[in-house]
């Protein structure tokens, strides 16, 4: 390894453990609501499975990252599969998860007078199941495409003049329907973000017409919401470009600086945005701020605890 795999490597084991701790204690917190409180709001719900479908794309990234960078005899032709199919379904579920959150927090914040808009906010749930179950339609092109690019990675460095051509056609193929793939889920939060921008605006014009202060709940909401939505579109837009850098340099082997920046780019995605929404939730706030004193408490006071030395006999 040289220089550049090194710090690569440590960036990526930094962002996937960051990652890890963000998306686990997220689960944990929203899974100990529930036993106290026999019950579980549909946003901690649609957050907790956002979550397990993170941690679980993080370490498909981290095993992919091991075999290909420490011990290459182990990515052979089965496991590349069996990589880049978990890799697809991970990949598929926490996005249109994320993409839901948008459109929940659109639905629950959002204060319109249009019938239509007032006839989905009555039916939440409905709403949900119907994004979630019409994203499946788009889980076996996701899965096509994840084998195509095994192929092409595997093909991609042999092969004559011939084939190399054959293959720029089928990841010109992969790449456009990587995109197609992505821009749906993308597109749909650009229109929650951009009607939640909307509705802040009547709200604060509303606020100003009756004299009263901008600092009220539903001003906060639409705040919180508007950070969560668009540090998921700007995180979500950097990992649709590693993937098409990604992709076009497919001939390049896959610990190639160019192809290790894209993990490191598509591993902070995942990662960065967990802390987002941890910040954005007043109650696993305040529980990871309560964990990270408690943590700061005990190492303070190990360090402060004076050694005794052993008696002498």
């Known amino acids: 390894m040289n220089f550049f795999h090194i710090i690569a490597a440590i960036t990526v084991m930094a962002e996937i453990t960051l990652g890890s701790v963000a998306n686990v204690f997220i689960v944990l917190v929203n899974f100990t609501d529930c036993i106290k409180r026999r019950k579980i709001s549909l946003a901690d719900r649609i ?3 956002l979550s397990i479908f993170r941690l679980a794309f993080l370490w498909v990234i981290f095993m992919n990252w091991c075999s290909t960078v420490f011990i290459p005899t182990l990515l052979t032709r089965q496991v590349r599969f069996i990589v880049y199919f978990v890799w697809a379904v991970t990949n598929h579920f926490h996005t249109w998860l994320a993409t839901i959150l948008s459109i929940l927090y659109l ?9 239509i808009f007032l006839g989905l906010k009555g039916k939440i749930k409905s709403v949900i199941i119907v994004v979630l179950l019409g994203s499946l339609v788009l889980l076996l092109p996701n899965l096509m495409m994840a084998t195509m690019f095994e192929k092409v990675q595997v093909n991609g460095i042999k092969g004559n003049l011939t084939e190399k051509t054959k293959l720029a056609h089928v990841i010109n193929l992969t790449v456009m329907m990587a995109i197609t793939l992505n821009v749906i889920p993308f597109t749909m939060s650009m229109i929650c973000f951009l009607l939640l921008i909307y ?3 009547k709200h604060l014009k509303t606020m100003k ?3 009263k202060g901008f600092h009220d709940p539903s001003t906060t909401a639409h705040i919180k919401a508007l950070q969560a939505v668009v540090s998921f579109l700007l995180l979500f837009s950097m ?3 590693s993937l098409i850098i990604s992709g076009y340099n497919y001939t390049k082997s896959l610990d190639e600086p160019v192809h290790l920046i894209c993990q490191i780019i598509g ?6 945005h967990s802390y987002i929404l941890i910040w954005g939730n007043k109650k696993i706030k305040q529980a990871f701020v309560s964990a990270m004193v408690q943590v700061t408490t005990r190492l303070w006071l190990k360090e402060r605890k004076p050694q005794i030395p052993p008696t002498a006999i």
């Open 47 to 49: 957050l907790t499975a």
């Open 209 to 211: 017409l009756y004299g």
């Open 239 to 241: 990992f649709i470009l």
């Open 107 to 115: 639905l629950k914040i959002g204060n319109f007078s249009n019938l």
């Open 199 to 201: 509705s802040l605006c």
């Open 267 to 272: 591993s902070l995605y995942p990662s960065s």
